[in-house]
């Protein structure tokens, strides 16, 4: 701390002279040096230049004068220091109120044109399905774009099956629709009390690739319940026996990630591995019995999108697969030529399901909609979409085994199981606002539906909507499938196969 040599007092603007190296207060020793041009101290010639600023850092507060001391001048003090707070906190109520009012009304905004938007994407599809409907019924196609061009790639894609096809599908629709109705559950299958017992039974760990790492689809085999097959972001497809843990296959051909994996298992007919990838094609593969390997058994290249959906029809000889092109193709299985390509839809497909009779077929959109057409004709059946709200993708698909009911999420935190006698939203199941859905599947016995997503894989009972068990050790799990007789559940996490069943 320094002092003035004049004053005794703490300087507010020290300075030092050159001359004797005492410290003064700027103001007086200028007013001193005017009037005398001396040090007040030695007397020795001194001008403003022979003063050199004293800097202090950090610089700090100057002691209070003795006057203020006082316990008076100290309540003063006090009260001073309080109103200033008080109109500082003020000041920032003042702020934070308008701050809110601007939110409030952004938020308002927001969620208005978010309703404009969800009900004029309804009302178009609305007038769409109404178009084609009385175009169906009238005989007369819809007109053409107003500029006059056509595409005929897609003109003459989206021509009616062939005669043999439907003929099939007809077949088998009688023979599975006349069996469902009087089919009941079988002994043996896993009943919801079973199910709550479920726990981790086991894991197969550092499948596919660790870069880029991650397990994207897997399917298990119904006439060989140890075998399943996965694919993965690392662009290959592996077939795994879980009874000898031995990797039986790495199928390589594809260029990106695989999107979806199936298994066409046919009486009197060889297994297909079967697989869409994000690189728009399907690629399928057999076991050669000379060579003991499994070899490629046809590529199919209709597509001009990413692969969204792949399954096998009831028929067991056509593969239905949906792109992101926004169209849908009809396949042969045994000479994989394309049968039958739908017309160009107005929005992306970005799942797939087909009804267990074999006659309708289902896809997703990211416009929160579902279509589902009729396979033999491509006329749409019937258009579904949930309540009004945020859009939402409907990224997976299920048909309940006996043909009544659809499963898909209704929103991005819950899934709706659709009544298709209606049709209409017959229940909402709420997941929570963090879970993403990734995977909806119903069992064998239409008693049963899981979803698998971000906080793991779920169980629940029809008709009761009762939460069984859920699994959540895992983190997100992408894909899903049912066991033997629904005694087990079989889910993907990051590079393992994750297995859950009944206690030993």
Known sequence: MFFCSISGEPPQDPVVSQKSGHVYERKLILKYITENGTDPITGEKLEESDLITVKANPKTAPPRPPTATSIPALLQTLQNEWDATMLEVYALKQQNNSLKQELSVSLYTQDAATRVVARLIRERDAAREALASVSATLGVAPAAAANGDVDMADSEEAISLPEHIVAQIDETHEALSATRKKRKVPADHVTQEQIKTFTAKHTIPSLHASSPAGITALAVSQKNPSQFLTGGNDKVVQLYDRSTDKVLATLKGHTKKINHVAFREHDGHPTLLLSGGADKIAKAWSHDEASGEYIPKGTIRTHKGEITGLVVHPTKTVLALTSTDRTYSLHDLTTFDQIYRSAESDEPYTSLAVHPDGTLLAVGTPASTIQIFD????????????????????????????????????????????????????????????????????????????????????????????????FEEAGEVVDLAFGENGKEIWGVSGRDVRIWGLPA
Request: glycine residues 8%; hydrophobic residues 40%; without cysteine.
């Open 375 to 470: 396979v033999r004709t491509g006329a749409i059946a019937a258009q579904l979409t949930p309540p009004e709200g945020v859009p939402f993708t409907v990224n997976t698909l299920s048909f309940s085994e006996n043909g009544y009911h659809l499963l898909a999420p209704d929103s991005l935190s819950s899934v709706g199981i659709w009544d298709l006698r209606k049709p209409k939203l017959s229940h909402s199941i709420k997941l929570g606002d963090g879970f993403k859905t990734h995977k909806v599947l119903y069992d064998y016995s239409a008693q049963l539906l899981s979803v698998a997503g971000s906080e793991g894989v779920r169980l629940f009972a029809h008709k009761t909507w009762e939460e069984l068990v859920r």
